[in-house]
């Protein structure tokens, strides 16, 4: 079982490298095609902030490749280089996603809330599971004391619903960004499908990120029932 488990964990490694590198691919292709309307991704940002009656949220420039991302509790909309002074199809998009959170916590969108109460668990959860799965398999193999086993597995499960309740907010703010976009001159009929496509790829790599979650933890219900079993 043990061994099944690194065979599915190296599975969905080598499908989230390959959505990564597709997902890189498309922002790479769509950032060196310029808007039209001429706007960068901090205009874009602002304009879809006030746009839905936000005021008190900034919107900064931070380091990384896409490393864009809302923050709640500065109410800062923070955007990579590329996407803050970038003026293209790619920069928009992830400006007007990023914003989509902004809106979502404006307005008290109830999966964001409950993800944001769920944080300092997963921040205590996600540095320990490992060790205490690596720990609960070691002992049970041992012992067959499956309590350690146990705690990890509901260890586990408090990082795997914070993965599944994710998906949901992601996807609500490209649907956000989107029907935004498409209501607003920023892209045009050539534009928009372009942008659509980034997001469902970004998109793409939060779905594959669950599904191994949920699988792995799966298979570790597994092992532990079948611990019950034979004792």
Not at 10 to 20: M, N, T
Not at 45 to 57: P, S, T
């Amino acid at each position: 079982m043990t061994s099944d488990i690194m065979l599915v964990s190296f599975l969905f490694l080598g499908i989230s490298f390959l959505v990564s590198a597709i997902l890189k691919s498309k922002f790479t292709k769509y950032s060196k095609m310029p808007l039209s309307s001429g706007l960068t991704g901090k205009e874009v940002a602002e304009r879809m902030l006030r746009e839905n009656g936000i005021y008190d949220v900034q919107v900064i420039s931070v380091d990384g490749f896409l490393s864009d991302h809302y923050n709640p509790l500065n109410k800062t909309v923070n955007l990579s280089p590329e996407v803050y002074h970038g003026n293209s199809i790619s920069a928009a998009a992830v400006a007007a996603h990023e914003c989509g959170h902004a809106v979502q916590h404006a307005t008290a969108y109830g999966p964001l809330v409950f993800r944001s109460k769920m944080v300092p668990a997963v921040q205590v959860t996600s540095q320990l599971v490992n060790w205490i799965l690596l720990a609960g398999v070691i002992v049970l193999a041992t012992t067959q004391n499956p309590t350690i086993l146990l705690i990890g597995i509901l260890a586990m499960g408090v990082t795997v619903l914070f993965t599944l309740v994710t998906l949901p907010v992601e996807f609500d703010a490209s649907h956000r960004a989107l029907s935004w976009l498409s209501t607003t001159n920023i892209t045009n009929n050539q534009e928009y499908p372009k942008a659509k496509d980034a997001l469902k790829w970004a998109a793409t790599t939060y779905v594959v990120a669950a599904l191994a979650a949920v699988v792995q933890l799966i298979q570790y219900i597994m092992i532990y029932l079948d611990s019950r079993d034979r004792g």
